[in-house]
């Protein structure tokens, strides 16, 4: 049994990494920590867990769980898994972190869009973009994994063919997401206090989300030039779920029927990712409590542009259930270990 350990558990991304990995075959919990409420039982927090978790959450004393734990799960603020990753590393144990600190591999730019500074720089280089689907190879020998970003998942998967296959001009690319409240996490705040939410959608972030230089630096590497997006992500009154439509020029003429094979070739074989029939489009209730994506493609003739969309559900495949594909990948275990269920209807 792999021993883990989970700093940040009673988030919502914590949460979803308790209940996902309290079904995982291979795995026992070390340690289940939190600031707000340590000493209560995990269940006593979260009641849907009554009866499957009977851990009690604890303060963290990171040399202790480092000591005892093979893999440690970080779901924290930015700025907050750095000491835990030297602490990783200097023991010789193994990180997930759902955060952003090991996303971007400048600490310049990470440094402009958090305004935090980056104290593990020396660490950046040893870290891998944890999109099994992307990196596969690199994970597997990771110590470190950077979990990827909810909108970053649903773009990326969404446009890696086109830009892999050189078949659109990288400068067109414009990405426009709505994500349900949970993504803005569990803390208070007026923008998600239920009557801001409910009835209303409106756009934030615009032109400055932190997502932003993520997203390029992977479709970056994807195409093979430098990228620059124009990404604008929206607020749903829904709680989970996230719905990417992205547009872009093609640089020849084809129809939908051609990208799609493309697409189907890119993703053959991957478990997570489906690529749906011509005229069928992805939802968030859809893919809602799975590990899936849904992607579908139409060609516009009438503008040569590809719409490509794309639904995650942003805490599973967003965050907790691609962490546990990540730990899947680094144990040599099936994919699906602890993910192979379908999603929640309606």
Known sequence: MIKVGIIGAT????????????RHPQVEFGALTSQSYAGKLIWEVFPHLYGLVDDRLEELNLPELVANCDVIFTA???????PVAEAVWQQGKRLIDLGADFRLKDAAIYQSWYKTEHTAVDLLASAVYGLPELY???????????????????AILGLAPLLTNRLINPESVIIDAKSGVSG??????????????????QAYGVATHRHTPEIEQELSMLAGVPLTVS????????????LSTMYAKLNQDMTTGEVLAIYRRFYEGERFVRVLPEGMLPSTKAVAGSNCCDIAVTVDTRTKRVIVLSAIDNLIKGAAGQAVQ??????GL????GLDFAGMYP
């Open 11 to 22: 988030g919502y991304a914590g949460a979803e990494l308790v209940r996902l990995l309290s």
């Open 76 to 82: 924290l603020p930015h700025g907050h898994a750095m």
């Open 136 to 154: 596969r190879r690199q994970i597997k020998d990771s110590r470190i994994i950077a979990n990827p970003g909810c909108y970053p998942t649903s």
């Open 184 to 201: 803005a996490g569990r803390g208070l705040s007026l923008k998600t206090h239920f009557s801001e939410t409910t009835g209303n959608f």
């Open 231 to 242: 990404f604008t992500p929206h607020l749903t009154p829904m709680v989970r779920g996230i």
């Open 326 to 331: 990540n730990l899947n990948v680094m144990l």
């Open 334 to 337: 099936p994919e699906d270990t």
